[in-house]
C-alpha cells in the first residue's frame, strides 16, 4: 500500500535520532518511504539505528559545524537529494536558576538548541533546497510560551528556536517550508526526572488523562514534513494532550510544576 504521504524515495535528515522522539520520526519517515539518515553522538547507536531503518548515519555533535557538513554531504553522496530535515538533538541543560547559571553552559545550550539547528537548514540550503525545495520541522516545546521553575535555560533556547523557525520559514518561502512541533511532557530518557516520579498525577491532570509518547510527536512531524502540509509553512504544532488548556480541566496545581520545585530533582 503506497503511503498517502508523499514522501517516497525522498531524503530524510534526524538529529538526535537514536532513541525517544528522534528515533520514532525517524523510523516513521523511513515507513512513509523516505530514505533517512540519522545522527547523534554515540557510534554504535547509530550505526544499530541506521541499521534497523535501512538507511545511513553519522555520528558526531551537532554542536560542531564540521559534523553538521559532513551529515549534509553523505546525505547527498548517498541518496542524491535531501528533502526533509528534523532538527531534533537537544540539551536540557543548565538547569537551575538563572541566577545560577553558568556562562558557559548558557552558551552550549544555545549552541545545541538554536545555533545547530539554523547552521543544518544552511547546510542543506546551500547544497540542495535552494534549488529544490524541502521542508523543515525543528522540535520545540509547548514549555517555549511560558515560564517554569529551573527549566528557563531550556525554555529560552526553544523559545528562539520557535522565533528561529518562524524567520526561516519566511525567508525561505515558497522552496522550502520550515515548521514546528511543540511536545508536552513525552515518555523519553530526557524527561525521566519529571514523569517518572509521579506520572499518574501529571497524567491525571491532562484532559486527555496521560502523558505523552514518541509516536505521538513522530506522527505530527510525518505530516508536517509531508505533502499533506503542502499549504503550511511558519507554524506551530502543539501535541502536548492538552497542557495548555488544562486549566479548564481541573483547578489543582500544575503537577510537572510542583514536582520541578522539589528539592533534588534534576536531569540525569
Known amino acids: 500500500m503506497t503511503s498517502p504521504y508523499g514522501l517516497q524515495g525522498r531524503a530524510a535528515v534526524v538529529t538526535g535520532a537514536t532513541r525517544g522522539i528522534g528515533h520514532a520520526v525517524a523510523r516513521h519517515l523511513a515507513d512513509a518511504g523516505a530514505l533517512v539518515c540519522v545522527t547523534a553522538r554515540d557510534a554504535d547507536e547509530v550505526r544499530r539505528a541506521a541499521t534497523g531503518l535501512g538507511g545511513i548515519g553519522v555520528p558526531g555533535s551537532v554542536a560542531d559545524p564540521d559534523h553538521l557538513r559532513a551529515v549534509v554531504e553523505l546525505t547527498l553522496h548517498e541518496f542524491g537529494r535531501i528533502d526533509v530535515l528534523v532538527n531534533n538533538a537537544a540539551t536540557n541543560l543548565p538547569y537551575g536558576p538563572l541566577m545560577d547559571v553558568d556562562p558557559h553552559a548558557w552558551r552550549e545550550a544555545f549552541t545545541v538548541n538554536v545555533e545547530a539547528p539554523l547552521r543544518l537548514v544552511q547546510c542543506a540550503w546551500r547544497a540542495w533546497m535552494r534549488d529544490h525545495g524541502g521542508a523543515v520541522v525543528n522540535i520545540c516545546t509547548e514549555g517555549a510560551t511560558h515560564v517554569g521553575p529551573r527549566i528557563g535555560a531550556y525554555g529560552t533556547t526553544k523559545a528562539s528556536l520557535l522565533h528561529l523557525t518562524q524567520q526561516l520559514a519566511g525567508e525561505l518561502a515558497p522552496k522550502v517550508r520550515v515548521n514546528s512541533v511543540s511536545p508536552g511532557l513525552v ?59 488544562r486549566a479548564a480541566h481541573t483547578a489543582t496545581a500544575y503537577a510537572i510544576h510542583q514536582h520541578l520545585r522539589t528539592p533534588g530533582t534534576r536531569p540525569t
Open 187 to 245: 515518555r523519553t530518557e530526557m524527561a525521566r526526572f519529571v514523569w517518572e516520579p509521579g506520572e499518574e498525577e501529571v497524567a491525571a491532570g491532562l484532559p486527555l488523562g496521560r502523558i505523552g509518547e514518541p509516536e505521538d510527536v513522530a506522527r505530527a512531524v510525518v505530516w508536517l514534513a509531508s505533502d499533506q502540509a503542502e499549504w503550511v509553512t511558519g507554524a506551530d504544532l502543539v501535541v502536548d494532550g492538552g497542557t495548555r488548556v
